[in-house]
């Protein structure tokens, strides 16, 4: 049964061992090896996760089987407070496709609609079939979105929102 929890800055070791066994084999086929180790350090650094926790006030929680790390989300409110941004949702590949990435969507989308929140909103790498994924949770494309992140490599996204009420 999944459960989960709110994570900080002691969980910051955690969250770097779970996206180190995601992330790479998420984004290998979609990003050259040189793209993925700058994002990796660019966002999953410690200092990193550090300064989203405490400055960009990103709230992160793990998902756990029984006593098991499984897969983490993270998330925050924009500026627009009728708007929850997810910033991250990764689960582990033995954990796809049991409902565990659908659990941690509903427990954000739940706690940003209690929190008064009308729309949950992400972005997703065009090429990632994670696409299809959240279009199953009810997200449609509303835009793409190209980011520069520096050392001549951009994030080539579509942004996709659901409405969650509020």
Known sequence: MIQFRNA????????????????PQTYSHIL????VDYMLEMMYSESSLQYQINAQQHRFIIACDGDEPVGFA???????????KLHKIYV???QQGKGT??????????????????MLELNVNRH???????????????????IDIGHGYSMNDYVMQKSIGG
Request: glycine fraction near 6%.
């Open 128 to 146: 990632n079939k994670a696409r299809a994924f959240y279009s199953r949770m009810g997200f449609t494309v509303v835009r793409e979105e190209d």
């Open 74 to 84: 993270s998330w925050s409110f924009t500026p627009d407070k009728d708007v929850c």
């Open 92 to 94: 582990l590949q033995n």
């Open 32 to 35: 050259r090896r040189e793209q």
């Open 8 to 23: 900080g800055s002691a969980d910051i070791p955690l969250i770097r061992k779970l996206t180190l066994a995601v992330w």
């Open 101 to 118: 990435g659908k659990k941690l969507i509903e427990h954000v989308t739940e706690t940003c609609r209690a929190a008064g929140a009308a």
